[in-house]
């Protein structure tokens, strides 16, 4: 989820003020342990979309305090918004760093594979008992939402803790095969065409 395109979501609701939209943002997220947002980040945000036509800043006074922007969504945010809804998000499942680190693990004589992958286990395995502390904490009656959030995060960090046994169990087949080289290039110049 972009932060540019959450606050255009949540200024469909109402008109809001930056602070108000951090709040938000931070709360529809899940709560700043799982997506933290500095407020400058927001601001700049905000600048941008109404630079580009998506939001309009209107100024207020508030009883006897000092005068704030508030900002409102335009009939292009909302178009903007409702494109971005429909569009499915990209999965990373290909880029994974720890991949990279296990692979070089195999090639090189830096660290021990089943090192690397104890390492990484240990570490899904601390995630796993936060994540379900934190979900045991929710009060299924009020944010159910966030519950499922919290559901996908564990059937994901349960997944990963699979794949490494699978990967442990097939560290000596991966340690007989090459490790993958680029493909050769031609040396010379291009040919004309």
């Known amino acids: 989820m972009s932060v540019r395109n959450a606050l255009l979501g949540l200024l469909t609701r109402r008109p809001c003020h930056g602070y108000e939209l951090h709040a938000a943002f931070e709360a529809l997220a899940g709560g700043r342990e799982l997506w933290e947002v500095k407020p400058a980040q927001v601001y700049t945000t905000l600048t941008r979309l109404a630079e580009g036509g998506l939001i309009v800043p209107h100024e207020t006074t508030q009883d006897g ?87 996908r995060t564990l059937m994901h960090i349960e997944a990963d803790i699979r794949w490494l046994d699978m990967l442990e169990a097939r560290i000596d087949d991966i340690r007989r095969q090459p490790l993958p080289e680029p493909s050769p290039r031609p040396r010379g110049r291009p040919p004309r065409t």
Do not use: C, N
């Open 65 to 151: 305090g000092p005068e704030r922007l508030v900002y409102a969504i335009t009939a292009a945010g909302r178009a903007e918004l409702a494109h971005w809804l429909i569009t499915p998000v990209a999965a990373q499942h290909q880029r994974d760093e720890f991949f990279l680190k296990l692979m070089l693990s195999v090639a090189t004589d830096a660290a021990e594979p089943r090192r690397v992958i104890a390492a990484q286990r240990a570490s899904l395995y601390r995630d796993l008992h936060a994540t379900t502390m934190r979900r045991a904490l929710i009060d299924p009656a009020r944010t159910l939402a966030q519950i499922m959030l919290l559901d």
